[in-house]
């Protein structure tokens, strides 16, 4: 975290809003998340298949879809979304507005594509959906994606999953692209986690952050559902007894994109109200000018191990309490094999000798 000395924030006076001068996406990042990529970078071929679907596909054709097919936010059209646009693009100090579009689709539901200028798209779904400050928690979530570099990868997962439809008829290469698109899909799950952080702090309203993961899972009205009833569901998930029940959690949670909606609310509930989450608001958080321009690969496994461990060790899951006690096993393993044999190597021990460059 940044010295006390250097801590800044910007309030909007007409909102009591707390704005975030240079924010580091570290501030808000998963652990998990940044790990997940790290890892999902030294997948064998992952670098040659970004390289190729990048290639394969164009950006311009797709930003051209959006243009003609959904409509472009701006001062004229939907403008209070165009508001909240420039609002979040100001509370998380981006240099630019990202373009906005609102498509047609009754699924609630929002994106943020491209590689190089990346932008935004929500479904009228969505906007029907939400009151004004649900749509600053889901245009800022969506501005996290943006900051924190997400939607290369993003972008990378939706073409593979529209080329994995016409190449199951080939088995070798199938097979290697489901790898590629499972590694991506656990590396989203966690970035969307991320994002949610993000759009808390475009809006630092947690009820309406909440009102939207209600809503995302099945809730028609805020009316209808009881919060302590609803936030107990998650509490119920993570605490099955029966190792058959995590089993299950396991085998349908990856094959999914996104976070389920429930332990997705509770988690940035419990984030709401952390430390961490008041620390930044109070200015105490990373700038960009602070970070290293390469992040080490080990930087962010070890972090993302950490984060794994705390959830294990919290945790009444059968399956994870034995994952705690293998890992917690082979991390002392090779804690004794390092201190025997690794002063005789100045190499850095974490970082992989042939980990694929982006």
């Known amino acids: 975290m940044s010295d006390d000395t250097n801590n ?11 704005r975030f001068p240079g924010i580091s996406p570290r501030a808000y990042e998963h652990p998990a998340d940044r790990g997940a990529l790290a890892t999902l970078r030294t997948v064998p071929g992952f670098a040659a298949v ?16 959006a243009l003609a097919s959904a409509i472009r936010v701006g001062e004229k059209q939907y403008p209070t979304l165009h508001r909240l646009r ?4 100001e ?9 906005l579009f609102v498509a047609r689709d009754p699924a609630f539901s929002a994106m943020t594509i491209g590689l190089d200028e990346p932008f935004i798209v929500l479904t009228t779904g969505l906007v029907d959906s939400l009151d004004t400050e649900g749509l600053r928690f889901a245009i800022g979530h969506e501005m996290g994606h943006v900051l924190s570099g997400h939607a290369v990868y993003r972008t990378m997962l939706i073409r593979l999953l529209n080329l994995q439809q016409g190449m199951a008829w080939m088995p070798a290469g199938y097979w290697g692209l489901r790898a590629i698109i499972a590694a991506l899909m656990e590396w989203f799950r966690k970035a969307e986690l991320s994002c949610d952080r993000a759009g808390l702090l475009c809006g630092q309203d947690p009820a309406a952050a909440l009102r939207v993961h209600m809503l995302l899972a099945g809730g028609l009205s805020p009316s209808d559902v009881d919060i302590p009833s609803f936030l107990q569901q998650a509490n119920e998930y993570e605490s099955v007894e029966d190792i058959r029940d995590s089993i299950l959690k396991l085998k ?22 952390s430390e961490e989450y008041r620390s930044i608001l109070a200015g105490d958080y990373p700038r960009r000018t602070d970070d290293e321009p390469h992040n080490t690969w080990s930087e962010d496994v070890r972090s ?16 994870a309490k034995i994952l705690g006690e293998v890992g917690d096993a082979i991390s002392g393993t090779a804690n004794k094999v390092w201190n025997k044999f690794g002063q005789k190597s100045d190499a850095e021990p974490d970082e992989p000798a042939n980990s694929a460059k982006d």
């Open 86 to 89: 420039n609002e979040c693009t």
């Open 91 to 99: 509370t998380l100090d981006l240099d630019t507005p990202p373009q």
């Open 8 to 18: 800044s924030t910007t309030v909007d006076e007409s909102t009591s809003r707390v």
């Open 252 to 273: 349908y949670v990856s094959a999914m994109s996104h976070p389920l909606a429930v332990v997705r609310a509770a988690q940035l509930q419990k984030w709401a109200a």
């Open 50 to 65: 970004l390289k190729a679907v990048s290639g394969a596909f164009t950006e311009r054709g797709e930003r051209l879809m």
């Open 304 to 319: 993302a191990a950490k984060s794994y461990k705390d959830s294990w060790s919290s945790s009444t899951d059968p399956l």
